[in-house]
Nanobody, 125 residues
Framework: QVQLVESGGGLVQAGGSLRLSCEASGRTCSSYVMAWFRQTPGKEREFVAG????????RYADSVQGRFTISRDNAKNTFYLPLNSLKPDDTAIYYC??????????????????WGQGTQVTVSS
């Protein structure tokens, strides 16, 4: 089993930055596809960014392209999502997710096997 724990959320003003981290334990996730999703009340979980096992491939939601950059440190079994130029619309609970296999579809939440508990990001206007 893989356990994922997110950290780094908080309250920030519009235009500010945060850095989310996702630490994996229980198994080395260096070959896993990892992704970040976010969710607001009453809405479905929304894809934010994904990265392949080796880190060579990345994909972003249009709404965050150019502002967020997913990365991974396989030596630390940890994954990151710096959030820059934050907007009030970025307010959500952010979740990291992981699954073994090829990069493929990283935008569909239900195909991911492992999830963290989420970290709240609140952006004030």
């Amino acid at each position: 089993q893989v356990q994922l724990v997110e950290s780094g959320g908080g309250l920030v003003q519009a235009g500010g930055s945060l850095r989310l981290s996702c630490e994996a334990s229980g198994r080395t996730c260096s070959s896993y596809v990892m992704a970040w999703f976010r969710q607001t009340p009453g809405k479905e979980r929304e894809f934010v960014a994904g990265i392949s096992g080796g880190g060579a491939r990345e994909r972003y939601a249009d709404s965050v392209q150019g502002r967020f950059t997913i990365s991974r440190d396989n030596a630390k079994n940890t994954f990151y999502l710096p959030l820059n130029s934050l907007k009030p619309d970025d307010t959500a609970i952010y979740y990291c997710a992981g699954r073994p296999g090829l990069f493929g579809d990283v935008t569909t939440a239900h195909i991911f096997d492992y999830w963290g508990q989420g970290t709240q990001v609140t952006v004030s206007s």
